[in-house]
């Protein structure tokens, strides 16, 4: 069973904090996938890493930076947190460009 | 760029009558797309996949070509449905990640 862990349920940052998000996999899987989930707004992607230390950029990385030193964890870094990186954050993973995606639990962050 | 579109935030029905969840995709190359689920306080999953062409919990869904679209539909709606729906797309080719739609809540009334 695969498995996507997220290493907090909820978070509380003030605004400027360097906040660290951190996200596991169990399954070997080459690709894994930082998204924003807003109401209205679907999942944006945040950056993607197909391969150890290779990122990509989404749709919307400003404010953004990932790290994936190990293959089963990427990390999403919010450098200086602001009010609006309030939101629930997805990590995702899949073996290949074509197939299934598996969801992590979700981080509800909210900035103060 | 590619592009997917649920034309409904919010979708209603009675228990028991037919559903369809609109998707409209755009992109120039041959996508694979998808249907995932979010049940509420769940993650969200895989529902299914254009590919496979199989039905999942009596859902189906056909990829027009000609049109553009993905529909989700269901004959007979369970209250058990209900849930937030997101179609989902990819590229096939180069490292885009999965492209999703804004969504459609899904409300089955008893």
């Known amino acids: 069973d695969v498995k996507v862990t997220q290493s907090s349920r909820y978070l509380v940052k003030r605004t400027g904090e360097k906040v660290f998000l951190e996200c596991v996999q169990d399954m070997d899987h080459e690709n894994m996938f930082w998204y924003r989930q807003d109401p209205g707004l679907g999942l944006r992607l945040i950056y993607f890493s197909y391969d150890v230390k290779m990122k990509e950029k989404g749709d919307i990385p400003e404010g953004y930076s990932v790290s994936r030193e190990k293959k089963e964890r990427f990390s999403l870094i919010l450098e200086s947190a602001s009010t609006n990186q309030t939101s629930m954050y997805l990590c995702?993973?899949?073996?290949?460009?074509?197939?299934?995606?598996?969801f992590g639990q979700g981080t509800r962050l909210t900035v103060v | 760029a590619q592009r997917v579109t649920q034309p409904e935030k919010l979708l209603s029905v009675f228990k028991g009558a037919p559903v369809e969840l609109k998707c409209n995709y755009s992109?120039?190359?041959?996508?694979?797309l998808f249907w995932y689920v979010q049940y509420s306080r769940q993650r969200l999953q895989l529902l299914l996949r254009h590919i496979s062409r199989e039905s999942i919990k009596g859902f189906t869904a056909d990829l027009n070509k000609g049109e553009t679209s993905f529909h989700l539909k269901k004959p007979f709606a369970q209250e058990e449905d209900s849930a937030m729906y997101y179609c989902a797309l990819h590229s096939g080719g180069g490292a885009d990640g999965l492209t999703f739609g804004k969504g459609t809540h899904l409300i089955i009334q008893p």
């Open positions: 995702a993973s899949s073996s290949g460009l074509n197939t299934e995606a598996f």
């Open positions: 992109y120039s190359g041959s996508p694979e």
